[in-house]
């Protein structure tokens, strides 16, 4: 004798055999955030950087070591020349400054890019001096980290990993869109006192 067993439809006309309900639903929600500036906008801001130092240092600094004596072009250590460190001193200063107190220099403020935390903090002296005197002097020794730019999803350079650091543009945006899954809770209970 075989048992012959019917799917019975429920009450609203669905079958039993019905898809279950997910556990979490996917909620989307788009904002928009500060565009990270690239390569060549962060380049021209240096050049325009190195460009205000040069006239510093050709208004203000040779004319000082010229009324004393000093020399300008002989190194007398290593590569290096009282000129010289003077110089890198005057740069190194220059940049911590003005990143620490404007969040951008001369050029950066011409290019409209600034310098913030990646937890959108206020800077500190620590990472602006991780960024801008230790970052930014292998940066210089060695060029190459500056191509990090190029390849990093955030567009830092090596001196921005040390420092926990990015380079935004002021006026420009872009779409980003946040999928975060929530954990469905079925048969949640009102409390007490709740009015519907």
Do not use: C
Not at 26 to 37: F, L, N, S, V
Not at 110 to 133: H, N, P, Q, Y
Request: proline share 4%; aromatic share 12%; net charge neutral.
């Amino acid at each position: 004798m075989s048992e012959h067993i019917e799917q019975q439809p429920d009450l609203t006309g669905n079958s039993t055999a019905a898809t279950p309900i997910p556990d979490y639903e996917t909620i989307q929600t788009e904002h928009y955030r500060a565009k990270y500036a690239g390569f060549w906008t962060r380049l021209w801001a240096y050049t325009i950087d190195l460009l205000v130092l040069s006239a510093i240092s050709g208004i203000i600094i040779k004319p000082i070591f010229r009324v004393a004596g000093w020399e300008i072009t002989n190194p007398s250590f290593f590569f290096f020349s009282t000129y010289k460190v003077t110089i890198l001193i005057l740069m190194l200063l220059y940049f911590a400054l003005m990143t620490k107190y404007l969040q951008q220099t001369v050029g950066k403020m011409i290019m409209g890019i600034r310098v913030v935390a990646k937890d959108e903090s206020k800077l500190t002296w620590g990472s602006v001096i991780f960024r801008e005197v230790i970052g930014r002097f292998i940066s210089k020794m060695l060029v190459i980290p500056y191509l990090l730019v190029l390849f990093m999803p955030r567009k830092e350079a090596l001196h921005d990993l040390f420092a926990d650091t990015v380079v935004e543009h002021e006026h420009s945006y872009e779409k980003e869109m946040v999928v975060d899954y929530r954990k469905r809770i079925e048969g949640q209970q009102l409390q007490d006192g709740t009015i519907i």
